[in-house]
């Protein structure tokens, strides 16, 4: 077991510290140094040591500053850290802060163009000619700019002792085997590593060392796995407009979906995707198709679920089985578009005016975003009401290392739709929103059934039993209270949580989404410190029984969430007034990925009370 | 039921699929009586039952208000689907992928167009969804009673409101301005028209506009307003003689003499046989289009028939390359979810 910081490395002859630190790449936005940055991580991927980066990136194309983490952890912890050891500059900018930024016994690495006075003695300090190593690496003029961020992976790859052959995986996944663009970058990269060999000495302790960690793993963004999860899902409509952080969601179907969907011989697409006007076209058109039988899906994030609002509830109330991606970033209004956030979950839940429950869905991994992908077809074509899948800006634009997709465990479920031979076979006459069954779910017909009795009306007004217009007091609550009965049934078909217990636990932990790594991190720090918690990841409103169960079970739940109004917690509050007393609330709400140090202060803080 | 019922039924005319014109029928209307709304309803189930249509194979759609209202007076053995207020396009738009093989056809009001739907009204027009999609036209708002629409006319004072000072939103320039393949505009009290234009509609393979001026008899119908059925009648004046000829039928250009009829080919084999009156209008000319309607409004007549039309753009569900008459929504398990073998791939595409 680690302590979340790294204890006094001495700058000279330290013991070494191996695969167990953070570095942060510090450059301007548009400057291409993305692709160094992944090439880094994916390198330390490919060593075997597990790895996670984060970009904490500006609303801006070009010229803004841009910091890119990445942790390199032994010990399998993905959450971000807020010390790092090892610090590279090449924005002007920001370089007296990112000077200032290293912990104390790390190591700063800086591009020699950047004139600054260097005031610190407490840490290892070298510059290197990045703008010189792409020139004499013959990239032609006008992409120097570009390679020259490879230079510091040259740098690094020398000093941290990262393997340049896994780097050269790295480049040649990136440019899809092009050997032009891997040349060319692999050559700053080995001018650099040479550069470093000849004139840099180490005199700082981290350093990296092959391991066999993330064997059994894949590196996957949550957009590209859920995107590739709604293909898996039998997806036949998209319909999205674009806006930071989902776009890659709808942009990754697109890509992919010819690849997995389209067949010899075929007479013809099986899918269509269509950009919209804007976001209240895109649920529009969602709904169109999904009240057409279609699965169908759009993406969005905060604004656009604002937009959405009045579809919502007309999907909610006439009962059309959509699937919207909320793709969380800070709000509200336009707030920190680049930033993340779990603060979507009240207004999501309760989307849609007068009475309104919505299903949703938080995936808390990059495979969980690929099974959310398919399996939220299937609850919301069995439940007939949209399904939100809320994922957040960290779990969808980063890459994060994931157990690989797994091919889903289930058949697709269609729900409870009638075609002509179905409806033939009832005994009974078919009406749309008839209580059959008892669980709230009516039986439902999609355009193009061509049996005379299959046809209604769909309508977000007063309706009766057979869909036809009604304004009757007693109409109205019967169906009110059936959705009621409806969103209870689903509670038998959304995704349970996940526990993770120890020993005599008294204090109990809920947290969901992009939460996850920090507080299976923090668990381990607090058990450490003698402090043993259970932990339940919730994967799904509405609530399942092991919700309640593990609330009764503990003396005292920490809800810990990233929105300043606790949010989760007061829908636990809502759903369990009883034991309102035991349920506590942490929250995070600064935009950045919560880190395990903050979780374990912050819960011992309140122990402490 | 007692029997004197059944053996009193007349023998009822059926059409060539074995339709009486009752099929075709919806719930009693709820709208006013006189209403504009109500006779275009009536148009629509004579244009769909002499055309043969199977209800089945129609989805209709509206948004919100008095005319979206109407989609439930009509077409009961259709698919129907009364949306959001300036919203229908989008419902439409996806709704028409689930089985490209039937047709649409929406209503939709001057509010819920040209105020509130204006944006998706234009983005309709620009994807070609192949649509008819009637606007039932009288400048003012009826559910809420009686407020300035934006097809208002300049000066026109209505009991509640005043006057309107705002310049009035044309429907068939708006339509041509963003690339519509069908622009018409009738007048409900022209039901002969409105029930051509409607079956040429259905013929067409794109986005088909039909602005029908169809008066609100509660709230503006002055015989000096713009909306109402007096100066409709006054000042009606239909660019050309419409005559809709279906597929099956022959053309008798005999009746006509030589030099004053065009003919439109439609998408479905049907023909559109226009006979000349004071003009000879080429409805497949953008620029003249945009010249009738400009001199229309200098002129101040309402001026009404097929006022453009091409018939050889793609439609929104031809671009999809979609499978040829088979619907999207009959696909099985194996056709959308890809093999297991897959799942590899899937991983593979990962690092």
Same mark, same amino acid.
């Given at each position: 077991?680690?302590?979340?910081?790294?204890?006094?490395?001495?700058?000279?002859?330290?013991?070494?510290?191996?695969?167990?630190?953070?570095?942060? =790449?510090?450059?301007?936005?548009?400057?291409?140094?993305?692709?160094?940055?992944?090439?880094?991580?994916?390198?330390?991927?490919?060593?075997?040591?597990?790895?996670?980066?984060?970009?904490?990136?500006?609303?801006?194309?070009?010229?803004?500053?841009?910091?890119?983490?990445?942790?390199?952890?032994?010990?399998?912890?993905?959450?971000?850290?807020?010390?790092?050891?090892?610090?590279?500059?090449?924005?002007?900018?920001?370089?007296?802060?990112?000077?200032?930024?290293?912990?104390?016994?790390?190591?700063?690495?800086?591009?020699?163009?950047?004139?600054?006075?260097?005031?610190?003695?407490?840490?290892?300090?070298?510059?290197?000619?990045?703008?010189?190593?792409?020139?004499?690496?013959?990239?032609?003029?006008?992409?120097?700019?570009?390679?020259?961020?490879?230079?510091?992976?040259?740098?690094?790859?020398?000093?941290?002792?990262?393997?340049?052959?896994?780097?050269?995986?790295?480049?040649?996944?990136?440019?899809?085997?092009?050997?032009?663009?891997?040349?060319?970058?692999?050559?700053?990269?080995?001018?650099?590593?040479?550069?470093?060999?000849?004139?840099?000495?180490?005199?700082?302790?981290?350093?990296?060392?092959?391991?066999?960690?993330?064997?059994?793993?894949?590196?996957?963004?949550?957009?590209?796995?859920?995107?590739?999860?709604?293909?898996?899902?039998?997806?036949?409509?998209?319909?999205?407009?674009?806006?930071?952080?989902?776009?890659?969601?709808?942009?990754?179907?697109?890509?992919?979906?010819?690849?997995?969907?389209?067949?010899?011989?075929?007479?013809?697409?099986?899918?269509?995707?269509?950009?919209?006007?804007?976001?209240?076209?895109?649920?529009?058109?969602?709904?169109?198709?999904?009240?057409?039988?279609?699965?169908?899906?759009?993406?969005?994030?905060?604004?656009?679920?604002?937009?959405?609002?009045?579809?919502?509830?007309?999907?909610?109330?006439?009962?059309?089985?959509?699937?919207?991606?909320?793709?969380?970033?800070?709000?509200?209004?336009?707030?920190?578009?680049?930033?993340?956030?779990?603060?979507?979950?009240?207004?999501?839940?309760?989307?849609?005016?007068?009475?309104?429950?919505?299903?949703?869905?938080?995936?808390?991994?990059?495979?969980?975003?690929?099974?959310?992908?398919?399996?939220?077809?299937?609850?919301?074509?069995?439940?007939?009401?949209?399904?939100? =899948?809320?994922?957040?800006?960290?779990?969808?634009?980063?890459?994060?290392?994931?157990?690989?997709?797994?091919?889903?465990?289930?058949?697709?479920?269609?729900?409870?739709?009638?075609?002509?031979?179905?409806?033939?076979?009832?005994?009974?006459?078919?009406?749309?929103?008839?209580?059959?069954?008892?669980?709230?779910?009516?039986?439902?017909?999609?355009?193009?059934?061509?049996?005379?009795?299959?046809?209604?009306?769909?309508?977000?007004?007063?309706?009766?039993?057979?869909?036809?217009?009604?304004?009757?007091?007693?109409?109205?609550?019967?169906?009110?209270?059936?959705?009621?009965?409806?969103?209870?049934?689903?509670?038998?078909?959304?995704?349970?949580?996940?526990?993770?217990?120890?020993?005599?636990?008294?204090?109990?932990?809920?947290?969901?989404?992009?939460?996850?790594?920090?507080?299976?991190?923090?668990?381990?720090?607090?058990?450490?410190?003698?402090?043993?918690?259970?932990?339940?990841?919730?994967?799904?409103?509405?609530?399942?029984?092991?919700?309640?169960?593990?609330?009764?079970?503990?003396?005292?739940?920490?809800?810990?969430?990233?929105?300043?109004?606790?949010?989760?917690?007061?829908?636990?509050?809502?759903?369990?007034?009883?034991?309102?007393?035991?349920?506590?609330?942490?929250?995070?709400?600064?935009?950045?990925?919560?880190?395990?140090?903050?979780?374990?202060?912050?819960?011992?803080?309140?122990?402490?009370? | 039921?007692?029997?004197?019922?059944?053996?009193?039924?007349?023998?009822?005319?059926?059409?060539?699929?074995?339709? #009486?014109?009752?099929?075709?029928?919806?719930?009693?209307?709820?709208?006013?009586?006189?209403?504009?709304?109500?006779?275009?309803?009536?148009?629509?189930?004579?244009?769909?039952?002499?055309?043969?249509?199977?209800?089945?194979?129609?989805?209709?759609?509206?948004?919100?208000?008095?005319?979206?209202?109407?989609?439930?007076?009509?077409?009961?053995? #259709?698919?129907?689907?009364?949306?959001?207020?300036?919203?229908?396009?989008?419902?439409?738009?996806? !709704?028409?992928?689930?089985?490209?093989?039937?047709? !649409?056809?929406?209503?939709?009001?001057?509010?819920?167009?040209?105020?509130?739907?204006?944006?998706?009204?234009?983005?309709?027009?620009?994807?070609?969804?192949?649509?008819?999609?009637?606007?039932?036209?009288?400048?003012?708002?009826?559910?809420?009673?009686?407020?300035?629409?934006?097809?208002?006319?300049?000066?026109?004072?209505?009991?509640?409101?005043?006057?309107?000072?705002?310049?009035?939103?044309?429907?068939?320039?708006?339509?041509?301005? #963003?690339?519509?393949?069908?622009?018409?505009?009738?007048?409900?009290?022209? !039901?002969?028209?409105?029930?051509?234009?409607?079956?040429?509609?259905?013929?067409?393979?794109?986005?088909?506009?039909?602005?029908?001026?169809?008066?609100?008899?509660?709230?503006?119908?002055?015989?000096?307003?713009?909306?109402?059925?007096?100066?409709?009648?006054?000042?009606?004046?239909?660019?050309?003689?419409?005559?809709?000829?279906?597929?099956?039928?022959?053309?008798?250009?005999?009746?006509?003499?030589?030099?004053?009829?065009?003919?439109?080919?439609?998408?479905?084999?049907?023909?559109?046989?226009?006979?000349?009156?004071?003009?000879?209008?080429?409805?497949?000319?953008?620029?003249?289009?945009?010249?009738?309607?400009?001199?229309?409004?200098?002129?101040?007549?309402?001026?009404?028939?097929?006022?453009?039309?091409?018939?050889?753009?793609?439609?929104?569900?031809?671009?999809?390359?979609?499978?040829?008459?088979?619907?999207?929504?009959?696909?099985?398990?194996?056709?959308?979810?890809?093999?297991?073998?897959?799942?590899?791939?899937?991983?593979?595409?990962?690092?």
């Amino acid at each position: 077991m680690t302590t979340p910081q790294v204890k006094e490395a001495k700058t000279s002859q330290g013991k070494a510290v191996v695969n167990d630190f953070s570095m942060t =790449v510090a450059t301007m936005n548009g400057s291409g140094s993305q692709t160094s940055n992944v090439t880094l991580l994916r390198a330390l991927f490919k060593m075997g040591i597990p790895v996670s980066g984060k970009n904490l990136f500006p609303s801006n194309i070009q010229g803004l500053p841009t910091w890119y983490t990445i942790r390199v952890s032994k010990d399998g912890y993905l959450a971000r850290r807020e010390t790092h050891e090892v610090v590279v500059a090449m924005n002007p900018d920001t370089f007296v802060a990112d000077l200032a930024s290293v912990a104390p016994g790390g190591a700063f690495f800086y591009g020699d163009h950047l004139k600054f006075e260097i005031n610190r003695d407490d840490i290892s300090v070298h510059s290197f000619p990045a703008k010189l190593l792409a020139k004499e690496s013959g990239a032609p003029a006008n992409l120097r700019d570009y390679v020259a961020n490879m230079a510091y992976v040259g740098v690094l790859a020398h000093m941290l002792d990262i393997d340049m052959d896994k780097i050269r995986e790295a480049l040649e996944y990136h440019f899809d085997g092009k050997e032009k663009p891997i040349a060319l970058n692999m050559g700053v990269i080995d001018a650099a590593f040479a550069w470093s060999t000849a004139n840099l000495k180490k005199t700082d302790p981290y350093r990296v060392e092959p391991m066999d960690k993330t064997s059994g793993f894949i590196m996957a963004d949550g957009n590209t796995a859920g995107a590739l999860g709604a293909i898996f899902g039998g997806v036949q409509f998209v319909a999205w407009y674009p806006i930071t952080p989902a776009s890659s969601f709808a942009e990754a179907i697109s890509q992919n979906i010819s690849a997995f969907r389209d067949k010899e011989g075929q007479d013809g697409k099986t899918y269509a995707i269509v950009q919209a006007e804007d976001e209240l076209a895109a649920i529009g058109m969602t709904v169109g198709a999904g009240w057409s039988g279609l699965r169908s899906v759009t993406s969005t994030s905060g604004p656009g679920i604002s937009l959405m609002t009045e579809f919502a509830g007309l999907a909610y109330y006439a009962e059309i089985p959509v699937v919207v991606w909320d793709v969380q970033r800070v709000g509200p209004s336009t707030g920190l578009p680049t930033r993340t956030s779990q603060g979507d979950i009240l207004s999501t839940h309760f989307l849609g005016h007068g009475d309104t429950q919505q299903i949703l869905m938080i995936p808390g991994s990059a495979q969980e975003c690929f099974e959310f992908g398919w399996r939220s077809f299937d609850i919301s074509e069995r439940m007939q009401t949209p399904v939100f =899948v809320m994922s957040d800006l960290d779990l969808g634009m980063n890459q994060w290392m994931t157990k690989p997709f797994e091919y889903p465990d289930q058949p697709m479920d269609r729900g409870k739709i009638l075609w002509e031979k179905d409806l033939e076979a009832l005994k009974e006459p078919w009406m749309r929103y008839k209580d059959v069954d008892g669980d709230g779910v009516p039986y439902r017909t999609a355009p193009g059934n061509r049996a005379p009795q299959s046809a209604w009306f769909a309508r977000g007004t007063g309706h009766d039993e057979s869909a036809k217009y009604s304004e009757r007091a007693d109409h109205w609550e019967a169906n009110m209270d059936r959705l009621v009965r409806k969103y209870q049934t689903a509670s038998q078909y959304v995704p349970a949580p996940v526990l993770q217990t120890r020993a005599g636990a008294k204090i109990g932990v809920i947290a969901y989404g992009s939460a996850d790594p920090a507080i299976l991190e923090a668990g381990d720090y607090l058990a450490a410190d003698g402090l043993a918690t259970d932990y339940l990841r919730l994967r799904a409103v509405p609530f399942t029984d092991e919700v309640r169960d593990f609330i009764a079970a503990h003396d005292k739940t920490y809800v810990v969430e990233m929105n300043r109004d606790g949010q989760m917690h007061k829908l636990l509050l809502l759903e369990y007034p009883e034991m309102a007393a035991k349920l506590s609330s942490l929250v995070k709400y600064d935009g950045l990925p919560l880190s395990a140090l903050w979780v374990k202060e912050s819960l011992q803080a309140e122990e402490q009370k | 039921m007692s029997d004197t019922t059944e053996t009193a039924m007349p023998n009822i005319q059926l059409n060539l699929v074995g339709l #009486s014109k009752n099929d075709y029928r919806g719930a009693q209307t709820t709208l006013c009586a006189g209403c504009g709304h109500n006779s275009i309803s009536n148009q629509i189930i004579a244009a769909a039952y002499e055309l043969n249509i199977v209800p089945e194979d129609v989805i209709k759609l509206s948004g919100i208000g008095c005319s979206s209202k109407s989609p439930a007076y009509f077409l009961n053995r #259709s698919f129907g689907f009364n949306s959001l207020h300036g919203r229908m396009p989008s419902v439409a738009t996806g !709704a028409m992928f689930g089985d490209h093989t039937l047709k !649409a056809l929406a209503v939709s009001g001057d509010g819920d167009t040209t105020n509130i739907g204006m944006g998706q009204f234009k983005h309709i027009m620009r994807r070609n969804a192949p649509m008819v999609y009637i606007v039932e036209n009288n400048g003012v708002y009826g559910l809420t009673k009686g407020q300035f629409s934006a097809t208002a006319e300049m000066g026109l004072r209505l009991k509640y409101q005043g006057i309107n000072h705002y310049f009035p939103v044309d429907v068939v320039q708006e339509a041509m301005a #963003s690339g519509a393949t069908f622009v018409a505009r009738s007048f409900a009290g022209d !039901a002969n028209q409105v029930k051509a234009l409607i079956k040429a509609g259905l013929s067409h393979n794109g986005l088909a506009i039909i602005d029908i001026i169809s008066p609100c008899v509660t709230f503006n119908n002055n015989d000096d307003s713009r909306h109402s059925y007096g100066w409709g009648r006054e000042h009606q004046e239909p660019l050309h003689d419409f005559t809709y000829v279906p597929r099956e039928q022959e053309i008798q250009l005999g009746e006509f003499p030589e030099g004053t009829t065009r003919q439109v080919e439609m998408h479905d084999g049907s023909t559109i046989v226009l006979k000349k009156l004071d003009r000879d209008y080429d409805p497949t000319s953008r620029a003249a289009a945009m010249r009738v309607i400009e001199e229309s409004q200098d002129e101040e007549v309402l001026l009404t028939g097929l006022i453009y039309v091409d018939t050889e753009r793609p439609s929104l569900t031809d671009i999809y390359e979609l499978p040829q008459g088979r619907a999207l929504n009959r696909m099985t398990d194996t056709e959308l979810r890809p093999g297991k073998d897959m799942i590899e791939k899937a991983n593979a595409m990962m690092f």
